[in-house]
């Protein structure tokens, strides 16, 4: 029998509520009804679709403060940041509401018929694979656009906020969602290959780790399924020697330890050329002390406790491989007293390859700081990763900083900015770190049958 799902928080340790996975039944009840809402959610048309949107957005907007609590008390994210992830879902369900329409329309094409177009249709039932670390914001820029689109979603989400699922299903159930239209599957990982197997299930979209992706893909691959893979990411942040360090350093502590540093995006690989890097360095480091653990329901508290107990022991082996193997330890690299899964806000400098620092995702409130000799050699050390998610160079030079960005091996680049997701913009990753796009017109175009149609 699968384990039942616990609700833990993260800054006690202690357990608030435990929830029963699903019976083979009800799974097989929720992909019924699913399979039974496509055709009925395609035929209500855009402007129904975008509706249930619109009402999405307005009711997150309207319980973001015990939204935002419960996401604090179930991942440990700050209150604010968890209030800021509410807000956003609520942007990028009114982005899709307002753009869908046009980003759906069919496009005309000049051929040899007398008429002959592309027309954008949905696929179907599609499955959500989602993570924890931003719970209802990974949920939401996924389901914006596939319910746009017409396509009805089963959610699996992570096994450690079972709580935000539901509560995710309950907002757009009393938006006006269909039976059928949106169901969360309390279900193991097991559980869910048999559903992403299950021939009602016509794509798949899987946010999470490298190991996951891999193993969603191939059973996808199996049975001949779309997926979109956004998995893992070692940003680099590179600074040259032009740069604005005061505005890099600043936004450099909340790119690292934003969210703990439990982000794909964030910055975790900080490059610095020679002829900045102690000044970089001394300034960094000052912030990063300032950084205050504690109660994440607190306004005072400015660094959040980890998600999960493992994921604080194998951020600390990693750590200390890198220190043992020559990193320099200038803050943190441990544990923090007491109850919770807290871990100090740390910082290694002379970072190499061969180390889980320079090499490996390091999922938690840790900067590696690599040096340059030069910004050719930023450039190489920026691309020297299996990921590819995303980078940001620093430059006072805007040309300058624009022909560095479009070298960096990465989906999404960015120039004296924090990189970031934006429901206007295509996310995702190449490399290791995936594939497809989320967001944008690419992200409503990932899951839809872009048909031709021609007409003699």
Request: hydrophobic fraction near 45%; charge should be negative; aromatic fraction near 6%.
């Amino acid at each position: 029998m699968p384990k039942p799902f616990e609700s833990t928080n993260p800054h006690t340790g202690e357990v608030v509520e435990t929830l029963e996975p699903m019976s083979e039944a009800a799974v097989e009840r929720a992909l019924a009804a699913a399979a039974e809402q496509a055709p009925r959610w395609a035929e209500q048309g855009i402007e129904a679709r975008c509706a249930l949107l619109r009402a999405a957005a307005k009711l997150l907007r309207e319980r973001k403060a015990a939204l935002a609590r419960i996401i604090t008390l179930e991942m440990g994210k700050l209150i604010g940041e968890a209030e800021a992830e509410v807000e956003k879902c609520a942007l990028v369900c009114d982005y899709y509401a307002d753009n869908a329409g046009a980003q759906l329309a069919d496009s005309p094409v000049a051929s040899d018929a007398s008429r002959s177009l592309v027309a954008y249709q949905p696929l179907g039932v599609l499955m959500a694979i989602m993570p924890w670390n931003f719970p209802f914001w990974q949920v939401l820029r996924c389901a914006a656009p596939a319910l746009a689109a017409g396509n009805p979603l089963v959610l699996k989400h992570a096994s450690n906020v079972p709580r935000c699922a539901l509560a995710i299903e309950e907002v757009l159930r009393d938006a006006g969602a269909p039976p059928g239209v949106f169901q969360t599957l309390l279900i193991d990982a097991k559980t869910a290959e048999g559903v992403v197997a299950d021939a009602r299930i016509r794509g798949v979209s899987l946010t999470g780790s490298e190991t996951a992706g891999r193993r969603v893909a191939s059973i996808a691959g199996e049975h001949l399924k779309k997926t979109v893979l956004e998995l893992g990411g070692s940003d680099a942040f590179v600074v040259l020697e032009d740069a604005d360090l005061e505005l890099a350093v600043s936004t450099a502590v909340k790119a690292r330890f934003l969210n703990a540093g439990q982000s794909c995006i964030a910055a975790k690989r900080f490059v610095l050329v020679d002829a900045i890097a102690e000044r970089f360095l001394e300034a960094f480091q000052a912030g990063i002390a300032a950084l205050s653990p504690g109660d994440p329901l607190e306004d005072k508290t400015t660094l959040a406790p980890l998600a999960r107990k493992d994921l604080r022991e194998t951020l600390h082996e990693q750590v200390e491989a890198s220190l043992g193997a020559g990193a320099r330890l200038l803050h943190g690299g441990k544990s923090l007293d007491g109850p919770g899964w807290h871990y100090a806000a740390t910082l290694l400098d002379q970072v190499t390859p061969g180390m889980p620092a320079y090499e490996d995702e390091l999922f938690g409130p840790v900067a590696a700081v690599i040096r340059a000799h030069d910004e050719a050699a930023a450039l190489r050390i920026a691309n020297d990763s299996r990921f590819g998610l995303g980078g940001s160079v620093w430059t006072m030079d805007a040309a300058r900083g624009e022909r560095f960005a479009r070298q960096m091996a990465c989906g999404c680049a960015f120039v004296n900015g924090m990189v970031k997701s934006d429901p206007r913009l295509p996310f995702g990753g190449i490399k290791d770190s995936g594939y497809g796009r989320e967001l944008g017109t690419p992200g409503i175009h990932e899951f839809v049958n872009a048909k031709t149609l021609w007409v003699g």
